[in-house]
């Protein structure tokens, strides 16, 4: 139990086009997700959290034009790289609970280059 | 600040070899403390967590840990590492009060060799 899948794997962009990733709670209702950010050996850094119905709430130094995050229902985020420039290429991660009790779900990742 | 710390950014063991990777986190107040592994391109995989009871815990493919308050440390172990043990582990910190967000530490590399 507790699956969250993230679309696609990879992507690669043209420099100035828009990309969306998604991020779904398969078994389980997520009113909360978190989107994550990875550069090559890092730590993952908390972009920011998505809430089901309301906006999200971005993490200091995060442009919330540039990464437009919709939670339009209970099981489903999404994180647009608007613009997107061959400096947002990383490795973007989504993130669910299913209750307080529970660990943290990860989905799979989606690794942008953007060319 | 909240903060955690992962000393050691690569460890390299033989194989059936134990192995300590470890975490310290910054404060003493409440907390759920968990430790993830992740393989090259891949999302995270939980490997265990602590909420509350006991403060030994044990989780899957022969991990466990340890939860110390009074050192602020939740130290990774495993008695015999196998090859495929090879991946980056993450130690990552909720802090009661903040919103269900995590605090990552900085991974630790772990190579397991013949």
């Known amino acids: 139990g507790a699956v969250v899948s993230q679309h696609p794997s990879r992507v690669i962009c043209k420099s100035g086009t828009s990309v969306k990733i998604e991020c779904r709670s398969l078994?389980?209702?997520?009113?909360?997700m978190f989107w994550y950010r990875q550069f090559p050996k890092q730590s993952l850094m908390l972009m920011a959290t998505s809430n089901e119905g309301s906006k999200a709430t971005y993490e200091q130094g995060v442009e919330k034009d540039k990464f437009l995050i919709n939670h339009a229902s209970l099981t489903l985020s999404t994180l647009t790289v608007t613009s997107a420039h061959p400096e947002d290429s990383s490795f973007y991660i989504c993130?669910?609970?299913?209750?307080?009790?529970?660990?943290?779900?990860f989905g799979s990742g989606t690794r942008l280059t953007v060319v | 600040a909240q903060s955690v710390t992962q000393l050691d950014s690569q460890v390299p063991v033989f194989e059936e070899a134990p192995v300590e990777l470890r975490c310290n986190y910054s404060?003493?107040?409440?907390?759920?403390l968990f430790w993830y592994v992740q393989y090259p391109n891949q999302g995270l995989q939980l490997l265990l967590k602590?909420?509350?009871?006991?403060?030994l815990v044990k989780g899957i493919n022969g991990f466990e840990a340890e939860f110390n308050k009074s050192q602020t440390s939740f130290h990774l172990r495993k008695p015999s590492v196998h090859i495929s043990d090879t991946a980056e582990y993450f130690c990552?910190?909720?802090?009661?009060?903040?919103?269900?967000?995590?605090?990552f530490g900085t991974g630790t590399r772990l190579q397991v060799t013949l």
């Open positions: 993130s669910a609970s299913p209750g307080q009790n529970y660990g943290y779900t």
């Open positions: 990552a910190v909720r802090w009661s009060g903040t919103a269900s967000k995590l605090t």
């Open positions: 602590y909420l509350s009871g006991s403060t």
């Open positions: 078994d389980f209702q997520a009113t909360t």
């Open positions: 404060s003493s107040v409440s907390v759920y």
